[in-house]
Each structure stands twice: as structure tokens, then as C-alpha cells.
């Protein structure tokens, strides 16, 4: 199994960015697919969520005004539309695929495959 995000990069504040990640080796469309990301010496945390239809999408109360998680089954790809960037966005951002309960779609440890990170960093 592989997940292999990608779109990271430095932008400035107000700028918007498009995370990607892309799938092999699992039955995608089977999954639920997350976002998350880990600043500098803070826990890892939840973005999004999206279930394995595409139908139902979660996400961190901060962020959700700002951020859209979308997935392309056909591609075996989840994406990650991140506007109106904050330097407190500044973070790795992990892709993650797996089976969690509806009640644990925010906890990372119900999910079993991940991506190495992109990061993202904003800029004041």
C-alpha cells in the first residue's frame, strides 16, 4: 500500500493551496480517506475526512470554512483545497487511508495506510 501526497509548498497568507494524494496497492474506493497534519512540535491533528463514496465529508471545525476535501475513485486520488492560508497553517499534511467508525473518523490511530507528508508552510 502507497499513499504519495504531493502539492505542498511555500505560499504566502490568503494564498490557496491543492494537496493531492494518490493511491496504490489498496481497493480505494473501499476506504475512507483523511487529511491531517502536525505543525512543529505539536500532536498531529485532523483536517478531513472524506467516506469511501465521497457522500459524507468531515471536517476540523477551524478549518472547515477555509477547506475542501474532494476524491477521484476513478484515479485512486484524494485532494485537499486549502484556501485563505494562515501562517498557522504551516504544517506536514499526512494523507491516510482507512476503516474507521463514524465516531473515530477524527482519530488518526483508526487509520492504516499513510503518506510520508507534504508540508506546507505559510508565510506572514
Known amino acids: 500500500v502507497q499513499l504519495q501526497a504531493s502539492g505542498g509548498g511555500l505560499v504566502q497568507a490568503g494564498d490557496s493551496l491543492r494537496l493531492s494524494c494518490a493511491a496504490s496497492?489498496?481497493?480505494?474506493?473501499?476506504?475512507?480517506v483523511g487529511w491531517f497534519r502536525q505543525a512543529p512540535g505539536k500532536a498531529r491533528e485532523f483536517v478531513a475526512a472524506s467516506s469511501w463514496s465521497g457522500g459524507y465529508t468531515y471536517y476540523s471545525d477551524s478549518m472547515k470554512a477555509r477547506f475542501t476535501i474532494s476524491r477521484d475513485n476513478a484515479k485512486n486520488a484524494v485532494y485537499l483545497q486549502m484556501n485563505s492560508l494562515r501562517p498557522e497553517d504551516t504544517a506536514v499534511y499526512y494523507c491516510a487511508a482507512g476503516r474507521p467508525i463514524q465516531t473515530g473518523i477524527m482519530m488518526s490511530n483508526l487509520y492504516r495506510n499513510w503518506g510520508q507528508g507534504t508540508l506546507v508552510t505559510v508565510s506572514s
Open positions: 496497492g489498496l481497493t480505494f474506493r473501499s476506504y475512507t
